[in-house]
């Protein structure tokens, strides 16, 4: 089992930039791909970035450009630098970490608020 907890998380005008961070721990070895998603009220879930061990990245057309996600295996966390916030940014963030097989894990959550 994995266990994944965000930080990193806040308000910031727009243009603005954030870093979340996402520590793992437990059976990270399982972990092949780790990735950032969110969800604003009302809409559904959708990936923002994800990063596979051999770290080929992936990103959501609406972030590219802007966001960009890392990682540091000798501290078993990936990050998600974001900058140029928008408006239409504004979610919870969660971060996800997904098996070869298995089930995925999933952090609690980070608010990211971005005011006009």
């Known amino acids: 089992q994995v266990q994944l907890v965000e930080s990193g998380g806040g308000l910031v005008q727009s243009g603005g930039s954030l870093r979340l961070s996402c520590a793992a721990s437990?059976?990270?070895?399982?972990?092949?791909?780790m990735g950032w998603y969110r969800q604003a009220p009302g809409k559904q879930r959708e990936l923002v970035a994800s990063?596979?061990?051999?770290?080929?990245?992936r990103y959501a057309d609406s972030v590219k450009g802007r966001f960009t996600i890392s990682r540091d295996n000798a501290k078993n966390t990936v990050y998600l630098q974001m900058n140029s916030l928008k408006f239409e940014d504004t979610a919870v963030y969660y971060c996800?970490?997904?098996?070869?097989?298995?089930?995925?894990?999933w952090g609690q959550g980070t608010q990211v608020t971005v005011s006009s």
């Open positions: 996800n970490g997904r098996p070869l097989t298995g089930f995925d894990s």
């Open positions: 437990g059976s990270i070895f399982s972990i092949y791909v």
């Open positions: 990063i596979t061990t051999d770290g080929s990245t």
